[in-house]
């Protein structure tokens, strides 16, 4: 059954209730997981063609950013082109690379939407999956971080529906592995959505010429995709080496035999992890709606149409889990999420008829709506949003003036050395900048000539004691304000001569 225009601008309505929730921040917080290392590519990759990371100039080859700031190797680099292309229309800054990432998902929320309707027939279903999907906070998370894991998902699981569909033919096969190869070139968690599709189309009901003929065609394109990459890698193949296969080859290389051979281990870690966050209620929601789902398949309801979604369902979870073994990256939930929203959007769907024979079905469309909503908004950063719409005016809620403060305190032309929190705000203001890391599989700041140290609460705890020679010059903002910015700005004592850098 196909969506009507009120059905359309209903899913408008709450993708722009989410919008206005979550963008106003995106200018104003931080930098948070690995935003340092992905926020800026695709700033450069509008500036010199590659992406490349300016303020990480390491040249030890036992560090996975070896040179990264010639070429960046240590992901796929689709998702830094799509940054770069909202970067050529918003401007720099961490915000529009952010932005990247929420386009991204909700191009997601839409294909869940259509897949929820088309294997259900139901569009109140579709708008409930979608809505499920789109408040939780494994979309939250990926959506809004500028990481190139939504990039990844939203490809996926667009590999997902091209092949899902009842009449599929062969062009469907095709554009799956075009979306599925697209989906790697971001990240490697595409890899999840390629081989599950994969398996759907050996496990289907056609003849078994014709799904060895579709599983081929899929994954010959899904590599040619993949293989986009082949012309970067040419320019550096041993920068190449180094950085992708340290940052993914030689962690993942033996990894799913370990992964299985510690399995129970494995799955503990993971739910746990998993569980912590998205927390109980919404972690509840996705077991009753899979399990909801696995009754009406052992029950012979719809049975080809439900056995496909809790095939994908649980597919995605299982395949998930043997591809990240011990990796504690959650963003990477995002993907199974979305599938699982689907049986939780069918079982709501489900629930709202039944209630509707009570008091109406529009009555009980906005009930169960409503408690979906209300189930989802914990942890879903309204303090957060809060805390900021009270203090919007209050440049310690605000990165750019916050950073412009320390910049003024500091000789022009000075070297510093920012946190992951700071370093990239330096660089957009010009500022000559490295990123203060002490870590041998990243990079190694002790060994550059830096005159000045940029700390917030996560480098003042991680890094701060790794370097020595350091005085505290000043402080800015409420180390005790836990929505608030804080920072330490350190002069650099030259330990061999006892020179000061004079400010």
């Given at each position: 059954m196909p969506m009507t225009r009120s059905d359309r601008l209903w899913l408008a309505l709450i993708m722009v209730i989410v919008l206005a929730w979550q963008v106003p921040l995106f200018g104003r917080t931080k930098a948070g997981q690995d935003e340092n290392f992905y926020g800026v590519p695709g700033m450069m990759?509008?500036?010199?063609?590659?992406?490349?990371?300016?303020?990480?100039?390491?040249?030890?080859?036992?560090?996975?950013?070896?040179?990264?700031?010639?070429?960046?190797?240590?992901?796929?680099?689709?998702?830094?082109?799509?940054?770069?292309?909202?970067?050529?229309?918003?401007?720099?800054?961490?915000?529009?690379?952010?932005?990247?990432?929420?386009?991204?998902?909700?191009?997601?929320?839409?294909?869940?939407?259509?897949?929820?309707?088309?294997?259900?027939?139901?569009?109140?279903?579709?708008?409930?999956?979608?809505?499920?999907?789109?408040?939780?906070?494994?979309?939250?998370?990926?959506?809004?971080?500028?990481?190139?894991?939504?990039?990844?998902?939203?490809?996926?699981?667009?590999?997902?529906?091209?092949?899902?569909?009842?009449?599929?033919?062969?062009?469907?096969?095709?554009?799956?592995?075009?979306?599925?190869?697209?989906?790697?070139?971001?990240?490697?968690?595409?890899?999840?959505?390629?081989?599950?599709?994969?398996?759907?189309?050996?496990?289907?009901?056609?003849?078994?010429?014709?799904?060895?003929?579709?599983?081929?065609?899929?994954?010959?394109?899904?590599?040619?995709?993949?293989?986009?990459?082949?012309?970067?890698?040419?320019?550096?193949?041993?920068?190449?080496?180094?950085?992708?296969?340290?940052?993914?080859?030689?962690?993942?290389?033996?990894?799913?035999?370990?992964?299985?051979?510690?399995?129970?281990?494995?799955?503990?870690?993971?739910?746990?992890n998993a569980f912590d966050h998205v927390g109980p209620i919404q972690g509840g929601l996705y077991g009753l709606g899979t399990l909801w789902l696995m009754r009406e398949v052992g029950r012979g309801a719809d049975r080809g149409r439900l056995r496909r979604v809790l095939f994908h369902a649980v597919a995605a979870v299982v395949l998930l889990v043997l591809v990240m073994g011990r990796h504690h990256i959650r963003n990477y939930y995002g993907y199974p999420a979305a599938l699982l929203s689907v049986p939780v959007g069918l079982m709501l769907d489900r629930l709202a008829s039944r209630l509707g024979a009570k008091v109406g079905s529009t009555r009980a469309t906005a009930i169960v709506a409503a408690a979906l909503v209300l189930a989802m908004v914990p942890g879903s950063g309204l303090r957060v949003l809060g805390a900021h719409l009270r203090h919007w005016d209050d440049p310690n809620y605000r990165v750019g003036p916050f950073v412009d403060r320390i910049a003024a305190d500091l000789p022009p032309g000075a070297l510093v050395a920012a946190d992951g929190s700071y370093v990239l705000e330096f660089f957009l203001r010009d500022r000559p900048v490295v990123e203060a890391i002490v870590d041998p599989f990243y990079y190694n700041v002790r060994l550059e000539p830096f005159e000045y140290a940029v700390f917030g609460p996560i480098g003042l705890e991680q890094i701060r004691p790794e370097i020595e020679g350091l005085e505290l010059v000043r402080t800015y903002g409420d180390r005790d304000d836990p929505f608030g910015l804080y920072a330490e700005l350190y002069r650099r004592v030259r330990a061999d001569s006892g020179e000061r850098s004079e400010l």
């Open positions: 990759i509008l500036r010199t063609g590659l992406p490349q990371i300016p303020y990480i100039p390491s040249r030890d080859p036992e560090t996975i950013y070896y040179h990264s700031d010639e070429v960046l190797y240590t992901l796929p680099p689709l998702g830094f082109y799509l940054e770069a292309a909202v970067h050529l229309v918003l401007g720099d800054g961490l915000g529009p690379a952010r932005m990247a990432s929420m386009i991204a998902g909700l191009v997601a929320v839409l294909i869940v939407c259509d897949l929820a309707r088309r294997w259900s027939g139901s569009r109140r279903a579709a708008l409930l999956a979608a809505a499920s999907y789109l408040f939780s906070r494994a979309f939250l998370f990926p959506a809004t971080t500028a990481r190139p894991d939504m990039a990844a998902i939203a490809f996926g699981l667009g590999a997902v529906w091209s092949v899902s569909r009842d009449d599929r033919r062969w062009r469907d096969v095709v554009l799956g592995g075009a979306l599925a190869g697209l989906s790697m070139l971001c990240h490697p968690l595409g890899l999840v959505p390629t081989a599950q599709v994969g398996l759907a189309l050996l496990v289907g009901n056609r003849c078994w010429k014709r799904k060895l003929g579709e599983a081929t065609a899929y994954s010959v394109v899904a590599l040619a995709a993949f293989g986009l990459w082949l012309p970067m890698i040419a320019l550096h193949p041993e920068l190449f080496r180094i950085q992708f296969g340290g940052n993914v080859l030689d962690r993942a290389g033996p990894g799913l035999g370990e992964t299985i051979l510690a399995l129970p281990g494995v799955v503990a870690f993971q739910s746990w």
